[in-house]
Each structure stands twice: as structure tokens, then as C-alpha cells.
């Protein structure tokens, strides 16, 4: 993930491990990195009306992960009606 202190993990690149194994042994794991296009990742987000998408948009583009911002948490969660949503959500339930 891009918001790691260590070097070697700060870039936008998707990450995953192939582990193989043979008669429930392990025998090999393999870590890859992937580029992809973020910026559509982005775009697909907005269009599906991703919850905190301000935040993810700071994550995905500077690396600046805001997760402990209460102040901003609250103002987002108040600017997107987001408490009225989990209500909504509840009482279709």
C-alpha cells in the first residue's frame, strides 16, 4: 500500500503473494507488484459513490492516509449525510 513508511512499498503498483505448495508443504512464495491505471480506479469510485472518496482521492494521490483526522471524519461524514444513509440502510432492513 502506498501509505507504508518503508521505501519499498511507497508506489501505486497492486501487490500480491503466490504461494505454492505441494503435498501440504509450502515450497515457494512469490511477491509481485502490478501496475494499474489509479486515476480510473478513482473515476469507477466516484461513479459508484464510494463512501470517503475525498479521502481516498488523498490517499491514492499523495499517499496521505487520514484515517485518525476525527475533525475531518466528522465533516465529511455531515457534508454526505452519511448517518442518514446507515439509518436508510437499517430501516430497509
Known sequence: MPYFNW??????????AVIEVEDGELVNILFRKVAYDYEAELE??????FPFIEMYEE?????NYQRHNLELLASLIEKHRYVEDVKNFFDFL
Not at 469507477?44 to 459513490?49: L, V
Not at 490517499?59 to 499517499?63: A, G, Q, Y
Open 59 to 63: 490517499l491514492r494521490r499523495e499517499d
Open 7 to 16: 521505501e519499498a512499498l511507497k508506489n501505486h503498483r497492486a501487490q500480491y
Open 44 to 49: 469507477f469510485a466516484k461513479s459508484k459513490g
